[in-house]
C-alpha cells in the first residue's frame, strides 16, 4: 500500500505502467459492459447529434461504476436531443474502503480509455485532475459534515455516528476534495444546469450541495421498483420525494373509474405478495390469512390494536427525517417505553423485511434496551417471521409511523396513522402529524381513548393521494440502474432518439436538462 502511494504520485509511473497493461484494474471498478457498448451507442447518436439545435450546456457528475456507466448514456442521449454535454466523474468503485493512489490512478486511465469514443460528442473530465479550491464557502463546510454523517449513517445501517471512526474520517475527506474540485470547476465552466444521481449520500450528495450553494440549477434522479420509470427533482434532493408541486397542481380531484382500479389493483398485488406492472419486487413474501386468523396466531384480543411499522436504519428514505425525536430509534424506544404503561391496548410493531438483508442494529435491539422485559401486551413481529402486513392493517385500529408508505396505505383503509418523520404524505389532510413530543402523546392517548377511523373524505383524499404519487411522480425513462443493461438491450439509444422513443421519452430527459416539470 505503501509503495503504491508513492507510485501514485509519479503520474509517469502510473502512465508507463497502465500503457504496457492497458487492462482493467485487477479491483471492483469495472466498466467492461460500458466498453463493450459505448462505440455503437456513439455511432446510434452521432446523426441525431448532427441534426440538433444546439441547447443548454449540461454538466452530469457521477461516481463508482454503476453510475458512470448510466450516466455516459444519459450524456450521449443528451446530446443527441442538442445540448452540449461534459461528464464529470471520480473513479471511484467502492464508497466505503480506501484505494491507494496507484491503483485510484490506473481506475482513472482506465475510465479515459473506456469513455474514448465519446470524444467530439460529449466532452468528459476526471474529477481528479482539478485543482480543488482552497476553501468551501459559508455553511458547505457544514453541510458537507452533513453528508459523511449520511454516508456512515448509510453505510453502517445506524443512526448515531463517530466522527472519529475510519469509515467517517474517510467520507469527509473524499467529500470535501470533491466539493472544493466541484466549486472550482464549476465556477470555471459556468453551466446551465447540473445532473446528479440521488443527490443525498457520497460525492453525490456533496456535488449536489455545491452545485446549489452556486446557485445552478441542479437536477436529481433516483429509481423506484418499477422499470422503465424515474424520479426526478429540481434544485432539491430527489430522495426527499417532495410532492408539493404535484399535489398543488393536481391534487383535489376525484379519481376516475381508471385510476381507482389501477390503485386497487396495486394495493392488490402488495397485499396479495405478487408483482405489479414491470417490477419484479414482491412487497410480502407470505400470503394473506386474514386477520381473525392473525388475531389466534398472534395471540391478540379483543383490545385495541396499535400497530408501529419500522423503516430500515440508515435506508436513503430516513437519512435527515427527524421532526420532533433526534432519530426513528429514539422514538421507537421512547413510544414503546410510553405504550408499555398502556395495556388497555395492544401494541404490535412490525419490523421492517428488509432488516434481512442488513447488517445494522435491528429495532428489536432498540426495544429490548429500551424495555427491561416485555410486557404481555406488547408483540414484536422480527423481519424473518412470515406475517403479511395488510393481514396486521385489518386488525389494526392506530398506525404509527416514521417515513415508510405502509403509513399511507394504511390510511387508505381508514386507519387513523400518526406520522412522526418528515415524509412525503405528511400534512396532506389525511394523517395526524404531531410537531413535538407533547403533541404526539397527546394524539397517541386520545386515540388510544377515543379509536375511530378517518372520515370517507379523509380516506378518498388518501386515495387520491396514493394515486398521484405512485402513477403521476415518476417519470417515464427507459433505464432503470438495475438491470440496466437489459434495459439497453430493449432501448438501445438509436431507438430512444428515434420518434417512437421521442415520444414515450423525450419529456422526460428535458426535465433531466432543467427544463420546469410541467405536473
Known sequence: MALKNLLGNIDFAVVLYDSVRKTRPRTRYNLEQLNAALPAAVEQVRPFAKQAQAEKKLLLFATLHYWIEQAAM?????????????????????????????????????????????????????????????????????????????????????????????????????????????????????????????????????VYRVARKLGVRTVTYEFNDQREQVWIAQDEQVMRQRTDDLWAARGGHKLTDDQRSLVEDLESARRGAKAFGKSERKWQDVKTVGGEQLRKDLGLDERTVVLLATNVLGDSLTLGRKTFAKSMAAWIAETVRFLASKPEVQLVMRVHPGERLTHGRSMIDVVNEALPSIPEHIHIIGPMEKVNTYDLMEVASLGLVYTTTTGMEMTMRGIPVIVCGETHYRKRGFTLDPQDWGEYYAMLDAAIKNPKRLSQAQIEIAWEYAYRFFFEYPQPFPWRLMHFWKDVDVWPLGRVLSEEGQAEYKQTFEYLAGKPIKW
Do not use: C, W
Not at 466523474?89 to 484505494?99: M, N, Q, T, V
Not at 475510465?111 to 458547505?140: F, H, I, M, W, Y
Open 74 to 206: 444519459i450524456g450521449l442521449t443528451l446530446r443527441g436531443l442538442g445540448h452540449k454535454v461534459t461528464m464529470a466523474y471520480l473513479p471511484y468503485g467502492d464508497l466505503s474502503k480506501e484505494i491507494n493512489r496507484f491503483d485510484l490512478r490506473r481506475q482513472d486511465l482506465y475510465t479515459q480509455r473506456v469513455l474514448a469514443p465519446l470524444e467530439g460528442l460529449v466532452s468528459t473530465a476526471s474529477l481528479l485532475d482539478v485543482k480543488p479550491a482552497s476553501v468551501l464557502p459559508g455553511n458547505l463546510v457544514d453541510e458537507i459534515a452533513l453528508v459523511s454523517t449520511y454516508d456512515t449513517q448509510y453505510t453502517l445501517q445506524i443512526e448515531e455516528v463517530d466522527e472519529n471512526s475510519d469509515l467517517y474520517r474517510l467520507r469527509y475527506n473524499r467529500n470535501d476534495y470533491i466539493a472544493r474540485a466541484a466549486l472550482a470547476y464549476i465556477q470555471a465552466e459556468k453551466p446551465d444546469v447540473v445532473l446528479i444521481p440521488n443527490g443525498t449520500i457520497t460525492e453525490l450528495g456533496a
